[in-house]
């Protein structure tokens, strides 16, 4: 237990220590992980590790000023810069996040060539034209300030400032290393995917920050995923004072971080927790009367393809929707539910569309009237014979339905409570729960 004044001994495992090493040699590294996991301690840890060409942007960066400082030249001053971080990283008392970055004087300390980058970097990036006026107009001994689209940069949202900030901390050739905590920090998502874009291109990176080795994020977007090398995805975790690193590997990996960015629910996309895939409209009865009481918090689609033949055309509608399957974080998240008599071959044909095998249910008996929960058939038609299907009719006992007014019936009697037939549970049900958490 520490004391209140107390820092606590945070440290890495000792398997992140080849994980820290491959991120110090990658040209982007994407650092995702739950508040307090350690995203910030590692940012931290990794600039005071690699020493004076690292520099450290944390969540702190908001800058708001009306006129432009005048340039000092200081042969020194990025060992300031070092010193003032090491003062904050150091803090015995308090973790502190303010970045030892000042936009009216990093502004101010750009050469020529690289405040014209900037300028055009902005307008790429936000379509706001940047000048640099004097505040008495034909008096070059007047003092500057930043005109955005003809008004002072200190009337602009926090959002331009903060993308500003850190363009021109980028632009800075003193550091060929830059760790970034938050990104996305005050920025539309729209402006974010732009501005993420921008920072992957290759194109960009040799024109406008040819001195940039290393660029690491620690981000809550999706957006600044490297979706183009998954390996530069890390996941952060900590348990007590530990804290692990752990490189994605697989698509699903990636695609199961991607879904953690989004809440571990779809539905901040406004789309389904899940899609599922029937065959018939009794089917789809059933199953989204049961998805409904059984998970009423989540969004689960039922889609019936009325028969077996069209659900490869409603599956490719899918992926046209969410392009790559295989890479998409649905893949886990699609069933398609299959009667045991189908089209020869229709399974193998699923997978190969990107659909995993054990999301393809198969019945092992021809009807879902098979696998209605027992005790509602048993209050149906009563106790007794098996069940038997003969086209549209289902009978027992001597008392029969056809295979639509079964399904009202069956829908009509149950609740939250209704124990499913075990087939159904095991082969299906399960499943779907697992995924939906």
Request: proline residues 3%; negative net charge; hydrophobic residues 35%.
């Amino acid at each position: 237990m520490y004391k209140y004044d107390q820092k606590p001994g945070t440290r890495f495992s000792d398997e992140s220590n080849a994980t820290l090493q491959k991120i110090r040699d990658s040209e982007y590294s994407v650092l995702v992980g739950r508040n307090n996991c350690g995203k910030s301690y590692l940012l931290k840890s990794l600039t005071q590790q690699w020493g004076q060409n690292a520099s450290y942007l944390g969540p702190a960066r908001y800058q708001n000023f009306n006129l432009l400082g005048y340039y000092t030249p200081n042969r020194n001053r990025r060992d300031e810069k070092w010193r003032q971080f090491m003062n904050q990283w150091q803090q015995q008392q308090q973790n502190i996040d303010n970045s030892p970055v000042n936009l009216q004087q990093a502004i101010a300390e750009l050469a020529d060539e690289q405040r014209d980058k900037l300028t055009e970097v902005i307008y790429d990036l936000l379509g706001v034209t940047l000048e640099f006026r004097y505040t008495v107009e034909n008096n070059s001994m007047s003092q500057k300030y930043i005109s955005c689209d003809g008004h002072n940069i200190s009337y602009t949202s926090s959002g331009f400032r903060l993308i500003t900030t850190l363009v021109t901390s980028l632009l800075d050739t003193d550091y060929d290393t830059f760790l970034i905590d938050e990104p996305e920090l005050g920025i539309s998502p729209e402006a974010q995917g732009v501005l993420a874009d921008f920072l992957f291109d290759r194109n960009h990176r040799v024109k406008y920050f040819p001195h940039i080795k290393t660029l690491v994020f620690a981000t809550h977007s999706t957006i600044f995923l490297d979706k183009s090398h998954i390996s530069n995805n890390y996941t952060v975790s900590k348990h007590g004072d530990e804290i692990a690193i752990s490189p994605v590997q697989t698509q699903s990996d990636f695609n199961s971080i991607h879904f953690f960015l989004l809440g571990n629910r779809f539905e901040t996309l406004y789309l389904p927790s899940s899609i599922i895939l029937v065959e018939g409209k009794c089917d789809h009865k059933f199953v989204e009367r049961v998805t409904s009481l059984r998970h009423s918090n989540s969004q689960i689609s039922v889609i019936a393809a009325n028969s077996d033949n069209r659900i490869k055309e409603v599956l490719s509608v899918a992926k046209g929707l969410l392009s790559d399957l295989q890479k998409s974080p649905y893949r886990d998240r699609i069933f398609i539910i299959l009667d045991s008599v189908h089209q020869s071959g229709l399974p193998n044909q699923l997978e190969s569309m990107g659909i995993l095998r054990e999301n393809i249910v198969i019945w092992p008996r021809n009807g879902i009237e098979y696998y209605y929960p027992p005790s509602l058939i048993d209050k149906i038609y009563g106790l007794g014979d098996e069940m038997i299907i003969d086209g549209d009719i289902v009978s027992r006992n001597g008392v029969s339905y056809n295979k639509n007014e079964l399904a009202e019936k069956v829908i009509s009697m149950m609740n939250t409570e209704t124990v499913m037939h075990p087939d159904f549970q095991t082969l299906f049900l399960s499943k779907l729960e697992v995924k939906l958490g």
